[in-house]
């Protein structure tokens, strides 16, 4: 049975997850059983308390089977969802070492995001320093003299003052709205049906792309292991409907087994899912016609990851350029609001 409860709290084996994978796919490819390789493993890794680990051993020795033990440590869904197909399509080995291979990625690439913005954000938190201190100490400065001289600011002066003094209300209010945009699309996003979250996600033009690129990987992905497995697209389907950890997955087979019904091709039916990229039918289609589905949905599931993969590390080149861009006008902004006002008064002596 597919485990119904997935914890969603942090991982209990920490950095060490990728390890624990990949040490436990090495242990079943040498022979062990499952039951020694945990027993053995659990030992090894000081971050798990002795209650979690008592609570994996009682799991596995009643026939357990890894994804019990995946979800005991609290891995992430993904991972579980993985493993628990594998169990039923027979490559766990190899999945283990693809979803040590997809946490280590996934790491890497939140390194390079926070790498790429730390130092745009250090400089973005001093420049919003210098602003609130040129508010509060040059400007009214600068005003008190206009006052005194009897003359009134003017011209881009005024435009380059004006704008600075809101700035930071722009910037808070930027980031309010911001804010609520992202947890009300979360919040709202659990609420609907899956139906209407896919075709809300598919409408967002930032989104589309990667959720897009993420739904067409795991779904030939998991079919096509399955079908390399010798398992029949029926019972695959069944499989995918009677699971309660990925929803989503479940709303893409009951879809897919309607089009089958009304006597559809597989290629034809994954052109009915509009959240799965429609150049996984023409791969589909090629299998077909030469008995490789399996082989080819399992080559556009990685040909998807690396176009993901490629993505991300894009828009992450890009980042850094962008903020120091903003940030250098807007210093300059700063630059020109103490200088001109200097220059004006000057040619008014």
């Known amino acids: 049975m597919f485990m119904k409860n997935i914890r969603n709290n942090s991982n209990k084996l920490k950095k060490y997850d990728v390890h624990f994978l990949e040490n436990l796919a090495d242990l079943l490819d040498s022979g062990f059983t499952l039951t020694k390789s945990i027993e053995f493993l659990l030992e090894q890794y000081d971050v798990i308390d002795k209650k979690t680990k008592e609570e994996c051993l009682t799991v596995i020795h009643d026939a357990g089977k890894i994804s ?26 190899k999945v283990l070492r693809e979803a040590a291979q997809f946490l280590f990625t996934k790491r890497t690439m939140v390194e390079r995001v926070v790498k790429a913005i730390q130092y745009p954000v250090i400089l973005s938190v001093i420049f919003i320093g210098m602003l609130i201190i040129l508010n509060f100490t040059v400007i009214p400065q600068f005003k008190m003299l206009y006052e005194s001289m009897g003359s009134e600011v003017s011209g881009a002066v005024l435009v380059l003052t004006t704008f600075i003094e809101m700035l930071p209300s722009i910037i808070l209010i930027s980031l309010i709205i911001c804010l609520f945009l992202i947890i009300n699309l979360f919040f709202f996003t659990r609420v609907l049906t899956i139906e209407r979250k896919n075709r809300l996600l598919m409408s967002i033009p930032v989104i589309k792309s990667v959720y897009m690129k993420i739904q067409t990987y795991k779904l030939s992905r998991e079919f096509g292991y399955f079908i390399l497995n010798g398992m029949e697209v029926k019972a695959i389907i069944e499989l995918l409907k009677s699971q309660t950890i990925d929803n989503q997955m479940k709303y893409e087979s ?40 399996g082989k080819e949905l399992i080559t556009f599931s990685e040909y998807v990851l690396g176009r993901l993969l490629m993505d991300i590390e894009f828009v992450t080149k890009r980042i850094q350029p962008v903020i120091f861009a903003v940030l250098g006008g807007l210093i300059t902004c700063l630059y020109l609001v103490i200088v001109l006002p200097i220059f004006q008064m000057m040619s008014q002596i």
């Open 254 to 293: 009951e879809m897919l087994e309607t089009q089958l019904l009304r006597g559809e091709t597989l290629s034809q039916a994954f052109l009915s899912l509009f959240m799965i990229d429609k150049k996984l039918s023409v791969f589909v289609s090629h299998g077909e016609q030469n008995s490789t589905v």
């Open 68 to 93: 019990d033990v995946l979800t005991i440590l609290n891995f992430e869904r993904t991972v579980i969802m993985q493993v628990t197909f594998s169990e039923h399509h027979g490559e766990v080995s």
